[in-house]
């Protein structure tokens, strides 16, 4: 298992927020700066943003920086964060009592169970605003979606979106590399067809640019590597830098409950649906969107929701979509899956002309064997190949099983085993097999052995309860 960054052996002391400023850049834009000091270290960390936003700035408290670094601090070692600048009631109730005890449980309690020392203030805002993150991926479009015009309750509507540089523009594909847009670049070209979107659909948008990612990388007060690890935090905290606009948040998260995991050492996505809530201050409520939905059923909402069809962003490497890298390969397959006119929708989002000449059929030939591996990507391969199963059946032809020399016969391993109509335990039984039975070896590929029935159809046995034959 991978070690929490430092642990605090030795306590680094307190960390200050000396200072917070509010600062003109030309004749536009606003800059909030942070003052952060330890005894050794300064650093400066700044909220960029147009000027049109200040009616909605809140700068008179420490909300948005304690948010923002309390775990890497707790990480780091800090005994205590500090400030002259009071912090939201609220947010002090649910930092101190109910988020860093449970955080320091997710570290092993090995981490600091930091303090903060900070006055309070009970004055709390009304604004107008409810309001979501838009980086026209899958979540956001399916988060705007649940919460448009047709959402039950009116007072929980979107009226605006925002759009945060808060670390995740990495441009980076584990099996593709780098692009070729630094994260500056990938920022304010994505920004751009953001803002596209919100001239097109009537939404004011929210765009905030930070040095959160270098702060808490390369200022030399914490050692924070990873987005994962923190992203809910440095996003939720640019949103309460606008709490006397916004009042309702939604960020939008990969996992339900049941998927629920408290550690320090994974994806925070895990814990998030208890933690989110946690983060309300008084004057912004933080709420998690989209139910109980898997991926799979945000794209089907996405494929009964016009206004995305033209705007869809998924790639890791590019502005635009590659239709190659990992998130691209996943949400065509996702959307193939429901059929073709679902996927022909999104023609001007991704070269689907491409992808069916070029990947479809390679892609859907090893599906049986990829999701069925080890690693984060399986499940969203699993979820494709039963919704194929169901709404595109002719996808799962292209699945290729090799056939291994001089193996003819599949011979089952006890009284009562499954055999399925598709390679997948959640498949349907055609019927009970047992060792007596010697079944025709088809191919096999992953855990899964392909056959022929008695009645010369295709069936699937898993290896696990198989034996090969000659
Ligand atoms: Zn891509």
New binding site residues.
Partial sequence: MQKVEKASKTSMGSLSISHIERKAVGNDKLRVEFTLKTAQKEAVLWYLFDRSLEQYLCDDRCDTAVTALTLAAMKYGYSSIESEYPISEKLYYNLQYHVIPQLYVGGDRRISRIKIKAPLTSEVFHGPLVATGMSRGVDSFASLYEYSENFELKEYRVNALTYFQAGAHHGF?HDLGHGTESRLELFQHQLQGTIDFCKENGYPLLAVQSNIREVLLESGLFLEKYFDRTHTFRNLSIAMLFQKGIRRYYYSSTYTLNDFKLTLHADMAYYERWLIPHLSTGSIEFFQPNQDWRRIDKVEKLTRFEPCYDHLQ?????TG?????M??RRTLMELDAYGDEALDKFKNSFDIETYKREDRRRWFASIVEDKEKDNSEAHYFEESFLCAAEHHPELLEYMEFSKAEGIHHVKPLGRRINIRKLPSLKSDILYIASSRDLLKYVGDRGPWIAIETPDGERAYIHKDFAELLP
């Fill in positions: 594909d998924v790639c890791l490497i590019k979509n590659c239709g190659k890298c998130k691209c």
